[in-house]
């Protein structure tokens, strides 16, 4: 990270017409706006000489109008697999699942065939994007060499609309492609009323009953 940010500061300017500003030892307090985000105001740290920072008092309001939120959810077990309540991660020997019986010895544990982990629930929440492109290639390098070992078994239902057709039967909501379409240009919608490029749809409600309108009108047709 010292690296990158080194390397930015670094770099000539391009000319683009938007840039990246990094306020250090600044804590959020608030967010501030009514029926909009108008502004985020931050109080000024300072080091405590233990490696940590402490508040100074003194506040200051930034003029924005978005707010995002980057921080990391605690990961929950699933039926039939094994889970570390302590570190909230299936247990795991980089992706491949392991026994959790076994897992003091990560390398030696019992691997759970044709079960695989990658993102938070493989190593909590924390790092970054490119950590998390790290940790799926891992993954996928150990899913396709067990492939190539014969380690994995053929699907018992191996047709594309199997999925589907699968949760259709245990009545799971699923947007498909199209649909994710519908909710990008829903979003980009919302977003040119406001001047702007996009304005999120938050909720999975929400962005279930966007993505999934022409599964409805298209099952009501039929009806």
Do not use: C, S
């Not at 000539?12 to 017409?17: D, H, L, Y």
């Not at 699933?78 to 980089?94: G, S, T």
């Not at 996928?140 to 594309?160: F, K, N, R, S």
Request: hydrophobic share 40%; no cysteine; glycine share 10%.
């Amino acid at each position: 990270m010292t690296k990158t940010l080194t390397d930015f500061a670094m770099r000539e300017e391009t000319g683009a017409k938007r840039r990246l500003h990094l306020h250090f030892l600044h804590a959020p307090v608030a967010v501030l706006g009514e029926d909009r985000v108008t502004g985020l105001r931050t109080e000024r740290q300072e080091l405590d000489g233990t490696g940590a920072v402490a508040g100074t008092g003194q506040f200051h309001d930034w003029d924005i109008d978005a707010v995002y939120r980057a921080v990391g959810y605690a990961g929950t077990q699933l039926p039939q697999l094994p889970f570390d309540e302590a570190k909230r991660v299936i247990p795991n020997h980089e992706g491949r699942v392991v026994d959790a019986k076994t897992q003091a010895q990560a390398a030696e544990a019992d691997v759970i065939p044709g079960v695989y982990t990658t993102g938070w629930i493989k190593r909590g929440p924390v790092g970054l994007i490119g950590h998390t492109k790290g940790d799926a290639l891992e993954t996928i390098t150990h899913i396709l060499a067990d492939q190539d070992a014969g380690a994995l078994t053929d699907p018992v239902y191996p047709e594309e609309d199997a999925i589907v057709e699968l949760l259709e039967a245990k009545g799971v909501d699923y947007a498909d492609w199209a649909g994710y379409h519908r909710l990008e240009a829903a979003e980009k919608a919302l977003g040119e009323a406001e001047g702007r490029e996009r304005v999120k749809i938050a909720t999975r409600e929400a962005m279930l009953a966007e993505a999934r309108a022409h599964l409805t009108a298209e099952a009501n047709a039929a009806g």
